[in-house]
């Protein structure tokens, strides 16, 4: 854990003081992922159980997907409300789910500060899921562990899941966040339009 976060350190501070363009940052993250599914998909094909496993997942599969959903919007909501924002904008910044480079831009032709607003929410869900998911695996649980990252669970996050969780809880991740995925735009397109 301490290895990723040093790496986002280290990261932000070469971003904002070397001067470097990185202009292709956004390709070298997107190899990157594609690198690390393709070795958390190796170690899941390497289980001789992962049909199995698929199978008897059942209703958890469907469940925490749409429990997260309602978790982030509700949370949108009181946050909202308690920030001084209409209930639906609440609603709309919370069905963001972590998709920190799609909800800002659904939200941007209505409300420039909305869309600021829903682009870092999701950037600080991200980076709280990288932080914290092997101490909530290890004390809370893994399901909980899942929900933090919204949608991440079925990238960013999702070889940090694997790592601190079991192979059924890596495919439940990545069902999840794939979901979560599918109803991000159609949730925050929503609300926002109410």
């Not at 469940?63 to 919007?73: E, T």
């Not at 929410?121 to 695996?137: D, K, L």
Request: glycine share 12%; net charge neutral; proline share 4%.
């Amino acid at each position: 854990m301490i290895s990723i976060i040093l790496s986002i350190i280290g990261g932000f501070l070469v971003g904002r003081y070397s001067g470097i363009d990185f202009i292709h940052c956004s390709d070298m993250i997107q190899v990157g992922l594609y690198i690390l599914f393709f070795f958390v998909g190796l170690d899941m094909g390497r289980n001789k159980d992962i049909l199995r496993i698929f199978r008897r997942m059942g209703s958890e599969a469907i469940f925490i997907p749409i429990l997260i959903a309602l978790g982030s919007v509700l949370g949108g909501i009181l946050s909202g409300i308690v920030f001084g924002y209409p209930w639906n904008q609440g609603a709309a910044l919370g069905s963001g789910m972590g998709w920190y480079s799609l909800s800002g831009v659904i939200i941007e032709p209505y409300s420039k500060e909305l869309a600021a607003i829903a682009f870092l929410s999701n950037i600080v869900r991200e980076v709280i899921a990288i932080i914290f998911v092997p101490f909530i695996a290890a004390n809370i649980g893994f399901f909980a562990a899942v929900s933090v990252p919204g949608a991440g669970a079925m990238d960013t996050v999702l070889p940090i899941i694997s790592r601190s969780t079991d192979q059924k809880t890596t495919i439940i991740s990545f069902f999840t966040g794939s979901i979560l995925s599918f109803l991000i735009p159609i949730l925050v397109q929503f609300f926002i339009s109410l």
